[in-house]
């Protein structure tokens, strides 16, 4: 079931007319360090896609805006809450390239700074329109404006992130489903 608004619709749809139907949909997930929110946006997506047997369909990734821990695993907190959940994050931490804006359809940042960031990082007003908020595609959380960052709160923190994740991916998932396959909707 679709929650996402008319306005983030509007915006997401000619993102995904423009992806030829022979080509998989390609996601970039950001956060600050690449740590805690957007590796286990990644894992999340990938597991809502397994789930629905679309993996093909689709690339999936994240990124940090920052350059604090490339190379790192996800903070162990993290992957430590994620893994109660059935997830394992084997992401390594790396920093947004300039070349992910054409790599990549829809880029989505977990709060206002990252989005910020990225729409300066953006090499192109059209690079720019592919910048989202995790929030657009909040459903049940749509009471929060933002994906907040667990890093300096205790076990509660991650888990609210978690499950942010889990339901602004599947919304995601089926937001843009919809659009690319309007018959199947």
Known sequence: MIITTPAVIRRLKPIIENISDDAPVRVLFVCLG??????????IMLETLSEHNAAEGWKVDSAGTGNYHIGQLADPRMRAHARRRGLELTHR???????DFEDFDIIIGMDDNNVRNLRSLAPTVDDEERVMAMADFFGSHSRYDHVPDPYYEG????ELVLDQLADATLNLYDTVTSLRHPEEA
């Open 155 to 158: 076990a509660e923190g991650f």
């Open 34 to 43: 690449n740590i805690c929110r957007s590796p286990a946006a990644e894992a």
């Open 93 to 99: 931490c790396r920093q947004i390239r300039e070349h």
